[in-house]
């Protein structure tokens, strides 16, 4: 941690890290500050209440408190749960078995028989990019793409105290990008044609997620649940970032990926949870093995590999976690190469009305490599939802060596490590909705500022664009 921090103070950006920082943390207070505020509430009379009546911040905090309860209201009615215990809101459940705020929104279809309910979601950008607009470098590039992912989910009530549960979820990027994927600066990851993919983002697997899971609660605080993939995701970092609130609205994967949730496509996963309260507690034996470059089969699981996770939920408008992993040769180019992978992350939703809502997430993911020192990654994300307009914004801060830029191969025989940060805002605006399917249409800008040493390869501080139309589900009523 003490090797972070000096990082931090190092930055020639670290302005604009700890201003977003303070942002986020101006975003917290409210939350925090709602406890006292109940207590103070609580110990009035009801003259004093009448008295109090106008007091602005008061009926902001009501005003919240009131919507995050008709949302759990409103899922309670149609029979929604967790699909992880019967005593949690289906809002609860993120990417794999990772919490998410109760106060999150649900999108999308759901349809009901006597005794399963089905749910379907997913996400669609079709757009155009550039990465590096004025030609700063030479590692740009453009390209007309449509990322996506499509979920089903399928989950019924077994007895009194059980719930099973069933999730699939499909992504044609290999189809439509290509094996080589899309481009974005300083992205490393994965391989095409024995090649590292360098300065793009790897397309995602047809089969993303195919999994089953079980929970048996043993009292209105307590379940034990066990999660089966193959595909699927292990108990190791927050909810991936296509799910998250703060992040749904962004077309690109975060260039920190690989330090933070890149085991969300695992061929082979068992967890094991227990939860207590506002407390769970997770381990997994997963393949440690990243996705081969045939995006269409099912690569052979092989459960070498772990990780343990502690989850805890504040209130309904926090969720935390801390996650430790060892991966067993996750790259097929580094075959001898295993990572021991440590996450922390706070996601944070303060809904305003229907529809509404502000979504924070702070981030920090370390790859930890024999023989190499310690590799960091911190994200700040937030998204503002209101009404029909999306206004978004993403700082990252990663360390990334020589080998992964593979920029000079004589570098190779002495990687170096080099900070790189890229800020991003975007705003999209609903246009019509359509079969409960909302079209929506956006635009999104990058500055991207690479280590001093490397600005002969990408320029002092190259900028990335793209316009596009967002089709996702409507908010489940």
Not at 9 to 14: D, E, R, Y
Not at 221 to 243: C, I, N, Q, R, W
Not at 361 to 367: D, M
Request: hydrophobic share 40%.
């Amino acid at each position: 941690m003490e090797h972070l921090l000096c990082n931090f103070i190092k930055m020639k950006n670290k302005s604009v890290f700890f201003l977003i920082a303070i942002l986020l943390l101006g975003l917290a207070g409210p939350a925090f500050a709602q406890h006292d505020m109940k207590k103070k509430k609580a110990t009035k009379s009801n003259n004093d209440d009448a008295a109090t009546g106008n007091d602005e911040d008061d009926e902001m905090t009501d005003m919240a408190d009131a919507e995050v309860e008709a949302i759990i209201k409103r899922l309670r009615m149609v029979h929604m749960t967790s699909g992880l215990s019967l005593n949690l809101p289906v809002s609860r459940d993120g990417s794999g078995t990772a919490w998410q705020p109760d106060a999150t929104p649900v999108y999308g279809y759901m349809l009901h028989t006597k005794k399963w309910m089905f749910m379907f979601n997913g996400n669609i950008f079709a757009r155009y990019e550039k990465q590096d607009i004025t030609n700063a470098g030479h590692r740009g590039g453009d390209k007309w793409d449509a990322p996506d992912m499509l979920m089903a989910m399928a989950q019924r009530k077994v007895g009194q105290r059980g719930v099973l549960h069933f999730n699939a979820m499909f992504s044609t990027d290999a189809l439509i990008d290509g094996g080589s994927g899309y481009p974005l600066l300083f992205q490393t990851g994965e391989s095409w044609q024995g090649q590292p993919l360098v300065d793009r983002q790897h397309p995602h697997d047809l089969f993303s997620e195919l999994s089953a899971s079980y929970a048996y609660a043993l009292s209105k605080k307590s379940d034990l649940s066990l999660y089966a993939a193959y595909p699927g995701e292990p108990a190791l970092g927050p909810v991936t970032f296509m799910h998250r609130a703060s992040g749904e609205y962004m077309p690109d994967a975060p260039i920190g990926h690989h330090w933070e949730d890149a085991t969300h496509i695992t061929f082979g996963v068992a967890t094991l949870g227990f939860r207590y309260g506002r407390f769970k507690i997770e381990g997994s034996s997963f393949t440690g093995r990243e996705p081969d470059e045939d995006r269409y089969n099912f690569d052979p699981p092989l459960f070498d590999s772990w990780s343990g996770r502690l989850s805890y939920n504040p209130t309904k408008n926090w969720s935390l976690q801390v996650s430790h992993g060892f991966i067993k040769s996750p790259e097929a180019l580094n075959p001898g190469e295993n990572v021991n992978r440590n996450t922390a992350s706070a996601s944070y939703i303060y809904p305003m009305y229907t529809g509404k809502y502000i979504a924070a997430t702070a981030l920090w993911g370390q790859n930890n490599i024999a023989g190499q020192s310690a590799s960091n990654a911190a994200l700040l994300e937030a998204t503002l939802k209101l009404n029909k307009l999306a206004i978004y914004t993403r700082y990252e801060w990663v360390q990334k060596t020589s080998e992964e830029l593979v920029y000079d191969p004589y570098a190779l025989l002495n990687p170096q490590e080099y900070n790189v940060s890229v800020i991003t805002l975007g705003a999209g605006y609903d246009i019509f909705t359509v079969a409960h399917i909302i079209v929506s249409g956006g635009v999104q800008g990058s500055v991207n500022m690479p280590d001093a040493e490397l600005t002969g390869l990408y320029g002092k501080m190259p900028l990335s664009g793209e316009v596009y139309l967002h089709f996702h589900p409507a908010l489940m009523n």
